[in-house]
């Protein structure tokens, strides 16, 4: 039983600043008025972060990569009824000693639906002088249709993050195995011998870059128009 890095540094950002600017996101439209300006604001960073990790989920270090917790149904079943026999056999915990297989499969819907939801956000409007960045190139009508269904996925996202903060909860009530630790510091505490995630420079440099590249693309697709009347460009 020894302390290994799992969780990279780039990860970990990746996830608790996901973490903020979603609750900041999620407040300021409940606020309305002036808070909308935060509101876009708020998308558009979470925008970049989501291309980043698509392609952090490909090219970065290995527990942070899809392949590492993506799996089939069988080998997803067969996980489930280990956590039921209250154990898991050394070779499939060393495999998943990043992300389970069912929390992977939370980790794709939440990319998914967060994905979906900021996409609806550039055509959105509010019906006072509010409007999503791209709402200029669709008509009033079909923006509407995608702004209520902005509103009905935000009760999507509400209920994949409650599963998330339940299934942390269980995790460390249940099988006393603390999650969020390792989320912050990026070492777990494993009894299978399991090769350490790389987080050295290199990685970080890259990552690094990618966030930039990301950030600056939004920035294009944000700045095809005007995303708020009042929102000065940035």
């Known amino acids: 039983m020894k302390p290994i890095r799992i969780w990279d540094l780039p990860t970990r950002l990746f996830h608790w600043s996901f973490v903020v600017l979603a609750v900041a996101a999620y407040v300021s439209a409940k606020t309305g008025g002036n808070a909308m300006v935060y509101h876009f604001w708020c998308g558009y960073a979470v925008l970049a972060l989501l291309i980043f990790r698509l392609i952090w989920g490909v090219a970065g270090p290995r527990y942070a990569r899809f392949s590492a917790f993506v799996t089939g149904p069988r080998t997803l079943l067969r996980s489930l009824r280990g956590n039921a026999d209250g154990g898991e056999a050394s070779d499939t915990a060393a495999r998943f000693a990043g992300h389970t297989p069912l929390g992977g499969l939370s980790v794709i819907a939440m990319l998914l639906f967060f994905g979906i939801q900021v996409g609806l956000g550039l055509f959105s409007n509010d019906d006072i002088f509010n409007d999503g960045p791209l709402v200029k190139f669709i008509d009033k009508d079909t923006s ?91």
Do not use: E
């Open 144 to 234: 509407d249709m995608l702004t209520g269904w902005h509103l009905r996925n935000q009760w999507v996202l509400v209920a994949l993050v409650a599963l998330h903060v339940l299934a942390i909860v269980y995790y460390r009530v249940v099988r006393k195995k603390d999650l969020i630790r390792p989320m912050i510091l990026g070492d777990k505490t494993l009894a299978a011998p399991v090769r350490p995630a790389r987080d050295d420079w290199r990685v970080r440099v890259g990552a690094l870059v990618l966030i930039v590249l990301a950030s600056a693309l939004v920035y294009r697709l944000v700045n095809l128009a005007p995303a708020v009347a009042s929102l000065p460009s940035y």
